[in-house]
């Protein structure tokens, strides 16, 4: 049965104009991109073939485009559609960080690191400086590791901060092997970090670490 056959309400396009996007699964989002599926299968079934294969949907679309225009299903157009796609996406969001607004949704901020540090080979730490009215000012990766772990100095982020004339700071590093869970090494390093900034006035708002599934604040868990 194609896609068109199906219940109104069951059909991508149609759930997503009523509902809207969040509504719909990553088979049927990716369906929408592939617009039809390999002879004999619908493009959701495809879809899902293609996330049993070479997914979650983070690793799937974490490939080159080079690389996604291999598989089944895809192909060069297809896969160069994908790409772009993401690549609005995270614009999208850097414009909205980065055009003056005040942040008045933590969550953005831990999207917004997700985006720059989800899928990296290696560790990274990095920060958000903001504004006495909580505006981006600027985004900085400030240390980089190994697969395991890297070291943060404190007193590096400081200097940077003060040399942004930031009122307030956000930090978010990834992990690598997917665990999201915050290690004890994470919340001593929060400790440092609040309290080095706190002697020269400055806020350390959140620390969120980015690895499978959504963004981890450590605020949240009253550890900043």
């Known amino acids: 049965m194609h896609i068109r056959d199906w219940p109104e309400a069951e059909r991508p396009r149609e759930k997503l104009l009523a509902r809207g996007p969040g509504a719909l699964s990553d ?3 990716l369906a929408l991109f592939l617009g039809s599926g390999l002879r004999g299968r619908d493009a959701v079934t495809t879809a899902r073939e293609l996330l049993a294969a070479h997914g979650p949907l983070r690793r799937l679309l ?5 690389e996604l225009a291999r598989l089944p ?3 060069a157009a297809r896969a160069c559609t994908l790409s772009a796609a993401l690549e609005l996406g995270q614009r999208h ?10 942040l008045s949704d933590p969550a953005a901020a831990g999207r917004y690191f997700a985006h720059r540090l989800r899928g990296l080979a290696h ?3 990095a920060a958000l400086f903001l504004d006495t009215r909580h505006r981006v000012i600027a985004y900085e990766a400030l240390f980089s590791g190994t697969v395991d772990g890297t070291e943060v100095h404190p007193r590096e982020v400081v200097r940077r901060a003060l040399a942004h004339n930031a009122a307030a700071v956000i930090v978010g590093h990834n992990h690598p092997s997917g665990n999201p869970e915050p290690s004890a090494a994470d919340r001593a390093v929060t400790a440092r970090l609040k309290q080095a900034l706190a002697l020269v006035d400055l806020r350390l708002l959140d620390h969120f670490v980015i690895a499978d599934g959504p963004p981890v604040s450590l605020a949240a868990r009253g550890w900043v």
């Open 27 to 29: 088979a049927e989002l």
């Open 62 to 66: 974490d490939r080159p485009a080079a």
């Open 73 to 75: 299903g895809l192909g």
């Open 93 to 102: 969001l850097h414009a909205a960080l980065e055009r003056g607004e005040a």
């Open 123 to 125: 560790e990274v730490f």
